[in-house]
């Protein structure tokens, strides 16, 4: 299972956190919401083309639309193979901050 660097994993998240509009522009903005922290669009860009070319997400074009000068948006979706390195993550990541003290604990 491949290992996700720290902006792959927060553009994935921000795929999900979208799934109408899981464009680039949408999932830049979600990110730096959500992080409170600049993200260059160049690089969320860079990240989803990367993430489709490793089979963990998938794309589409949209309809061309006349204010977008004819172009159509690319929406994008994790897919399942994606779906198990953020589940792997997710899970990890809970394990190293249980017994810290630092984040409440499931009750």
Do not use: F, N
Not at 68 to 74: E, F, I, L
Not at 79 to 88: E, H, I, N, V, W
Request: some cysteine; proline content about 6%.
């Amino acid at each position: 299972m491949p290992l996700l660097a720290e902006l792959e994993l927060r553009v994935m998240l921000g795929v999900l956190r979208r799934p109408e509009e899981a464009v680039a522009t949408a999932v830049h903005e979600e990110i730096e919401q959500r992080t409170g922290r600049r993200t260059s669009l160049g690089s969320v860009y860079i990240t989803l083309d990367r993430l489709e070319k490793k089979g963990l997400l998938r794309s589409k074009l949209g309809e061309p639309t006349a204010a977008r000068g004819g172009r159509a948006k690319r929406y994008y979706a994790v897919t399942p193979a994606g779906m198990r390195p953020l589940s792997a993550e997710c899970l990890g990541t809970q394990r190293m901050w249980a017994g810290l003290g630092i984040v409440p604990e499931k009750r």
